[in-house]
């Protein structure tokens, strides 16, 4: 649901043009900043207003032929006002602030959304796009259909969980210069390993930390979960277990890798429910699993 604290400006669904006497609604020119707004957009069938993304914006392929804006916390006004955007669309985790102030200082429309990582914010982010985008109807639908897969999501997880202790999970995110962090709580990896039954390896910690070999050997986890972005980044598999610590943990000595992509994984959109489907059924497969895509 949209919060008028975290909306700097409103602006109605769509501006109104008379023409012979009639009012039509034009067209709108929306930014997305965030990959999982630009899913929702596209479930809405609104993806002809977008004229712009972000970098994280991956999905659908179509999505990635869009002007980019760059990274979401290091967004330009340049580039942003450069699409003549009548609104953008974005998730707290948007900024710089100052780049925020100077799209409110030019009159542009911005609206952002909480960026909760549990499926309910899933759902009122739905209700606050169809709401700005003037797909009420559209809205309700998709979180209809949204609820029902997350319902047959959780109960499979149930049934998968059941007999056997949770795994212990640790959530690696490298990259190409080879660094690479892991998740406590408050992550949206930590809510993931949640809702699939799992235990968060390192989850007396809160946020993401640097990876050292003392940190990962502590964890002791029975998975390592990653990104295949961040996989390819590695070198594979057994690039990633190089990194520190990694391959003297049991999952390291096993090679249990659990992948998945990004924003699947990270994002809480629409593909949420799928995706915690495919989590629960690796991370709960008997041991000796590899590499989930």
Known sequence: MLSRRH????????????????????????IAVGGALTELIYELGAQGELVGVDSTSLYPSDATKLPNVGYARTLAAEGLLSLAPTMVVATE????????????????????????????GVLERTKALG??????????????????????????????????????VLF???????????????????????????????????????????AAIAAAP???????QGLDA???????LKLPGLAQTPAGQSKRVVVMETMALLGFGPRTPKALTTLAQALHAPAGAGKTA
């Open 234 to 240: 590695s070198g594979g598999i057994d690039g990633l």
């Open 7 to 30: 909306v700097l400006s409103l602006a109605p669904a769509a501006a109104l043009l008379m023409l012979g006497g009639r009012a039509w609604a034009a067209p709108q020119r929306v």
């Open 93 to 120: 985790e948007a900024g710089p602030p100052a780049v925020l102030r100077q799209l409110e200082a030019a009159k542009v429309p911005l609206h952002v959304l909480r960026a909760e990582h549990r499926f309910e």
């Open 172 to 214: 690696v995110l490298s990259n190409a210069a080879n660094q690479a962090r892991i998740a406590g709580s408050a992550t949206a990896a930590d809510a993931m390993i949640g809702y699939a039954a799992a235990t968060n390896a390192l989850g007396d910690a809160q946020g993401y930390k640097m990876l050292s070999p003392e």
């Open 131 to 168: 709401e700005l985008l003037g797909r009420q109807r559209q809205a309700t639908a998709l979180s209809q259909k949204l609820q029902a897969e997350w319902t047959a999501s959780r109960a499979q997880v149930t049934q998968l969980a059941a007999g056997h202790r949770a795994p212990r």
């Open 222 to 228: 029975d998975v390592i979960l990653a990104t295949t």
